[in-house]
């Protein structure tokens, strides 16, 4: 018998997977951002094992607690805008003028801040720290500050901007000569250690925005920009009041233990709390699945619950066992008064790790139930008990503090479970009422029943949208977004209750648009293309979420069959667009021989007369054999089957649904579009019984696909 080899088999699979993997986006990003937090932990436990060797435990203790506060500061001088900036950068028309407002709101923002701790409260801090008696020292602080706020900005633009590995750079090149310079300047044991911080820091917040720079758009910024800031920050409020309490306990703590114990011992503390942090990533991975399973709509909450309080306590009980038996020998790593004075601080803090474990997954419950209140209750409740036990029982030492933060994380977790029991978690806030099999697809789908969406709006939300402004919206633009009429109107409660609303009122103006003759199409002779942005939020990689004009979802409706193809893609760039646009092609499996636009960045647009189209566009369509036409404003030639399309997609595929990741959103369009073109539509056919004949008269898919088809990331996956 003749032996067959899978060698060759398995490698080809192997090196597929692979390529798969570097070349979707999310997944290639997600990997660098998990190498990048790996190797910049390995080259900090070296920084802080050799500062615990070379620097004496009081220059430990100082250097712990100005970083703490400094991290602290540069939370509440960042303002919340990292949020806006990761949300916003790759839209707005003028990216450069975004990163440089925020970076100027930041360094202004974090000097003032700076100076007032150092006048008002200098006097009162420990001398050790030096900020009322040295004015370098408050100098520092706040380059310190400034530089990791402004990091922060750096790095999300470099996520945002799809540019991980520029963040991977750069976080090594800082580590490394945070590492050299600290050896370098252990003759200067006050200063050394913050000096050789801030050197590593600078030098990455310098290669972040060489890297940024070349990414955003080259334009300058306008007199009078710092007005954007406003819109921004009042969108960001929630989550920055939030994000300055959950980080209040870790930063202040090692204040606290410096101010009762001295620099020595909060060096001590130092070491033992950041090796029982490392236990907190495990309930952090856990609880962020939770969340994105505990979003999905008719997902069983306490089921899911259930699972993630098995996975993390499976996970931690073992570490914690590990940490709490081999404290000593870990702690030698650093010398032995640190294995003397803090062992029993490290088995303790381990232990409260059993507590913490719970309200991640608490909080992760409140915020997928969008319980932003809660949320925010319950990290100033924390915040004020780790305050308050470790004030207390600190002046009794490092084990007693320890304690005191083990207690306060028990009674927070108490106190979690007492507010997920009676704040109704059984459903989302903002859950539409119109159940699942109720929105799909029907022979007569060209109406929205009037009781369902009653209902719907008025078990949604005590209040609704005003009418007349939404009606005088509707009767310019029957197809105007629904996040847009939100932004029009000042809209800040439920989307949900507004989009039962906007989509009510939308069908008596559509009506009256449809009255005007629609053309009839030959086979293969059209399609029309555009961008929907549905009124909704994706979760993303890292615990960030994509709002509606981060979800651009390419959308194609062949004129004569009204077959409709639609994808997610990352972006409206060249980069993203041309890709996606022949991946729906090739779904089609022919092309149109005229493909119609409205104005688009990527494609073209009308200007001074004259229709103007890309070069990558002319590329393009070239490669097919087809032609690109833009269209005026308000050609129904361009614009009346797509904006049909859209509002079919708003109306039947986005109640009842939620979304765990972009991926997912693809997987479930492409599912619904499946049933939604096998059904008959108004005209008296569907699609499916007309893109036949419409295939055999397009033209056929060239042999080798267009150049600009494999520009960027591979965002065709998933194509529906």
């Not at 000569?177 to 590593?200: D, E, K, Q």
């Not at 991975?285 to 309080?309: C, D, I, P, Y």
């Not at 981060?550 to 194609?556: E, G, H, R, V």
């Not at 990558?616 to 690109?628: A, D, H, M, N, W």
Request: aromatic share 8%.
């Amino acid at each position: 018998m003749k032996r067959v080899s899978l060698a060759p088999s398995l490698r080809s699979r192997t090196t597929g997977v692979v390529r798969n993997l570097f070349g979707d986006a999310l997944y290639r990003g997600s990997l660098i951002l998990i190498t990048n937090t790996v190797a910049t932990a390995v080259i900090g436990f070296v920084f802080w094992s050799l500062a615990a060797h070379r620097y004496p435990a009081s220059a430990v203790g100082v250097f712990s607690s100005v970083i703490s506060g400094a991290g602290l500061l540069a939370v509440i001088a960042a303002l919340g805008l990292p949020n806006v900036i990761i949300r916003h950068i790759t839209n707005v028309q003028n990216a450069r003028e975004l990163i440089i407002v925020a970076v100027t709101a930041i360094a202004t923002v974090g000097t003032v801040l700076c100076l007032v701790i150092a006048l008002v409260l200098g006097p009162h801090l420990p001398a050790s720290l030096g900020l009322h008696q040295r004015g370098g020292m408050v100098l520092l602080v706040t380059v310190l500050v400034t530089l990791t706020a402004v990091g922060t900005i750096l790095d999300v633009g470099l996520i945002a901007t799809r540019s991980s590995h520029d963040v991977l750079i750069k976080n090594l090149a800082g580590s490394i000569v945070r590492v050299i310079a600290m050896l370098l300047l252990v003759s200067f044991p006050s200063w050394g250690l913050l000096i050789a911080y801030s050197l590593g820091l600078g030098l990455t917040v310098a290669l972040g925005g060489v890297f940024l720079n070349r990414q955003i758009k080259a334009k300058r910024a306008r007199f009078g920009a710092f007005r954007i800031l406003r819109s921004y920050l009042s969108i960001t409020s929630g989550n920055y009041v939030a994000t300055v309490m959950g980080i209040l306990p870790a930063s202040v703590v090692p204040l606290q233990v410096l101010v009762v114990l001295g620099a020595a011992e909060t060096g001590r503390f130092a070491i033992a709390f950041l090796i029982g942090g490392f236990l907190n990533v495990i309930p952090a991975t856990v609880a962020q699945v939770l969340f994105a399973e505990a979003s999905r709509e008719g997902a069983s909450l306490w089921r899911q619950l259930r699972k993630a309080v098995r996975g993390v306590y499976a996970l931690l009980l073992p570490a914690i066992v590990i940490v709490i038996a081999a404290a000593p020998l870990i702690l030698r790593l650093f010398g032995e008064a640190y294995a003397t004075a803090a062992t029993g601080c490290l088995r303790v803090l381990a232990l409260s790790a059993l507590f913490t474990g719970g309200t991640y997954l608490v909080d992760s419950l409140l915020i997928a139930r969008d319980r932003i209140a809660a949320y925010i209750f319950m990290n100033g409740a924390n915040a004020a008990l780790v305050l308050g036990f470790v004030g207390i029982l600190v002046p009794r030492g490092l084990t007693a503090a320890a304690t005191g933060w083990a207690l306060a994380q028990g009674l927070s977790l108490v106190l979690g479970i007492i507010v997920v029991a009676t704040t109704g978690l059984g459903r989302r806030r903002e859950s539409v009422a119109v159940p699942a099999a109720q929105v799909a697809l029907s022979p007569d789908h060209d109406r929205t029943p009037r009781s369902v969406a009653s209902s719907s709006s008025s078990s949604s939300s005590s209040s609704s949208p005003p009418d007349p402004q939404v009606r005088e919206l509707l009767a310019a633009w029957p197809m105007m977004p629904t996040t847009l009429i939100a932004e029009q109107i000042g809209w800040d409660q439920s989307m949900r209750v507004l989009l039962d609303r906007v989509t009510e009122l939308r069908m008596e103006y559509l009506d009256q648009a449809q009255q005007v003759s629609t053309p009839d199409y030959l086979p293969g002779e059209v399609a029309q293309c555009g961008f929907w942005f549905p009124p909704l939020e994706v979760p993303a990689a890292f615990g960030q979420t994509r709002s509606a004009l981060q979800l651009p979802i390419l959308t194609m409706v062949s004129g004569y069959s009204r077959w409709l193809s639609a994808i997610l893609i990352p972006t409206r760039k060249a980069d993203d667009l041309f890709p996606g646009w022949w991946a729906l092609l090739e779904r089609l499996g022919s092309v149109p021989r005229t493909l119609t636009w409205d104005s688009e960045v990527a494609i073209g647009r009308w200007q001074d007369g004259k229709e103007e189209i890309t070069a990558e566009c002319i590329e393009f369509c070239r490669s097919l054999g087809t032609r690109v036409i833009i269209g005026r404003p308000a050609d129904s030639g361009t614009r009346g089957l797509i904006e049909q399309s859209y509002d079919q997609m708003e109306r039947y595929f986005l109640p009842g649904r939620t979304f765990i990741s972009p991926v997912d959103f693809n997987a479930q369009l492409r599912d619904w579009l499946a049933i939604a073109n096998a059904r008959h539509q108004a005209a008296g056919y569907s699609p499916a019984e007309r893109i036949d004949a419409d295939r055999q008269a397009m033209l056929p898919l060239p042999p080798v696909p267009p150049v600009t088809a494999h520009r960027g990331s591979e965002s065709g996956q998933g194509a529906a």
